[in-house]
C-alpha cells in the first residue's frame, strides 16, 4: 500500500513568487491536514481537509490556502512569497475523523527554499 | 492556549543506553497524547499514543504514560540502538480536532556504537 506522497520533493522560488504543493493521501484516507517545519517555529498546524472541505485552521496568513478533491488529493498554495516562508511543508493523512482512528500517516515533505 | 514542552537536545547516549526524553503538556479538557520520531530526510512517523490518563503507550521498545497529575508524557527506552538515532517529538490533539496536532520542539538523539 502506498504511502502518502508529496510532490515536489524539493523546490527553490524567489520572493514574491507563489507555489503550489501537492499531496496524495493513502488509498481511502479522505482526511488531509499540512504542517510547517521550521527550525525556529518547529512544527505548526496549517490547516485540515476532510471531503474536500476546510475543517481547521492554524495561525498562517492568508497567503497561505489549500484544497481537497473528490480524489481526496490535496494542494496547498502560498502566494507573494517571503523568505521565511521557506520551510519543510508536511502532508499527512488519516481515513476518518474520529476519535477513534487517530493514527496520522505522514509524506516525507516538501523542503521549500525561498531566495 | 494548548502546548507542549520538551527537553532541549540533543541527547547523545551510548548504544545499549537508558533513554528518558521528558515531554509535559498544558491542556485544557482530555487530549490525546502522541510520540513521533522523524528520522533523517524523512517524514514524521507515529511511535506510541495514549488517549487517557494513565494509559500506556508502547512500541518498539519505547514506552510512555499518561500523568494527569503531572502533564507529563515522558519517553522511556531501557535500552537504546544506533538505530534509534533520530528527532523525536511529543504532540498532543487540540481540542480543534484529531488532525491538528500540537507539537513540542523535538529532541534529536544520537546513539553511538
Known amino acids: 500500500k502506498a504511502g502518502v506522497t508529496q510532490t515536489p520533493r524539493y523546490l527553490i522560488k524567489t520572493r514574491g513568487q507563489q507555489v503550489t504543493l501537492s499531496c496524495s493521501p493513502i488509498?481511502?484516507?479522505?482526511?488531509v491536514s499540512w504542517y510547517q517545519q521550521t527550525p525556529g517555529q518547529g512544527l505548526q498546524f496549517l490547516f485540515e481537509?476532510?471531503?474536500?472541505?476546510?475543517?481547521n485552521k492554524g495561525n498562517f496568513p492568508g497567503r497561505f490556502s489549500g484544497r481537497q478533491f473528490s480524489n481526496s488529493r490535496s494542494e496547498m498554495n502560498v502566494s507573494t512569497l517571503e523568505l521565511g516562508d521557506s520551510a519543510l511543508y508536511l502532508c499527512?493523512?488519516?481515513?476518518?475523523?474520529?476519535?477513534?482512528?487517530?493514527?496520522?500517516?505522514f509524506g516525507s515533505g516538501t523542503q521549500l527554499s525561498v531566495l | 492556549g494548548n502546548s507542549v514542552t520538551q527537553m532541549e537536545g540533543p541527547v547523545t547516549l551510548s548504544e545499549e543506553a537508558f533513554l528518558t526524553i521528558n515531554c509535559t503538556y498544558t491542556?485544557?479538557?482530555?487530549?490525546?497524547l502522541f510520540w513521533y520520531v522523524q528520522y533523517p530526510g524523512e517524514g514524521l512517523q507515529l511511535l506510541l499514543k495514549?488517549?487517557?490518563?494513565?494509559d500506556k503507550g508502547s512500541n518498539k521498545g519505547f514506552e510512555a504514560t499518561y500523568r494527569k497529575e503531572t502533564t507529563s508524557f515522558h519517553l522511556e527506552k531501557g535500552s537504546v540502538q544506533v538505530s534509534d538515532s533520530a528527532v523525536y517529538f511529543c504532540?498532543?490533539?487540540?481540542?480543534?480536532?484529531?488532525?491538528?496536532?500540537?507539537f513540542g520542539a523535538g529532541t534529536r538523539l544520537a546513539v553511538h556504537p
Open positions: 499527512a493523512s488519516r481515513r476518518g475523523r474520529d476519535r477513534t482512528n487517530e493514527k496520522l500517516f
Open positions: 488509498s481511502g484516507h479522505r482526511s
Open positions: 481537509y476532510f471531503s474536500e472541505t476546510q475543517r
Open positions: 491542556a485544557t479538557g482530555y487530549p490525546s
Open positions: 495514549a488517549t487517557k490518563a494513565d
Open positions: 504532540a498532543l490533539s487540540d481540542t480543534g480536532g484529531y488532525n491538528k496536532l500540537i
